[in-house]
């Protein structure tokens, strides 16, 4: 849809809403995955602690090998949730030399269109660490029961 330059200027506050809930959105995103980072920090620590105490206990050995096993999936998950991977984000320089000199109102549908774009590309991402992490919780969870269970059979 082509609008004039008068429908366009009688947009802009409506486009600098939705540029301004876009950037917040980006802004939730990109917390969210670092809480997620921290989380899977110390589900990874958590794993490798439980595994270093089944170790040096005495146990039934084939529950203690499975939840050794158990671990090492979570520590792989954890790992997987906190690889380093490309964040999309504005490229200020590229933005401001495509966009110098147009109306406000043609900068504020770029810029929001642009960071609805890098929203969903780091939706993805974020999805995928969601699920590595959930993976490594639930597998540490299990290691944990086995560990227990480990440890009771034997005394």
């Given amino acids: 849809m082509t609008m004039t330059p008068e429908e366009l200027a009688e947009q802009e506050p409506t486009l600098e809403l939705l540029n ?3 950037a917040l959105r980006l802004t939730r995103q990109s917390d969210s995955l670092a809480k ?6 110390f589900l990874i620590g958590f794993a490798a602690t439980a595994a270093q ?5 005495k146990h039934h050995d084939f529950l203690a090998y499975c939840a050794f096993g158990t671990y090492a999936v979570s520590l792989i998950m954890g790992a997987l949730s906190i ?18 000199g ?9 810029l929001a269109a642009s960071r609805a774009s890098i929203f969903e590309a780091n939706k993805r991402r974020h999805e ?6 959930a993976a490594s919780l639930w597998t540490l969870a299990l290691g944990l029961v ?8 034997h005394t």
Avoid: C
């Fill in 53 to 57: 105490f089944l170790a040096t206990h």
């Fill in 83 to 100: 690889r380093v991977a490309e964040y999309k984000d504005l490229e200020p320089r590229e933005m401001i030399e495509a966009h110098v």
């Fill in 146 to 153: 086995l560990s227990t269970v480990a440890l009771l059979l």
């Fill in 102 to 110: 147009l109306p406000k109102s043609q900068v504020l549908i770029a």
């Fill in 128 to 133: 995928g660490k969601a699920r590595f992490w």
């Fill in 20 to 22: 301004n809930e876009v």
């Fill in 36 to 41: 997620i980072d921290t989380k899977a920090v």
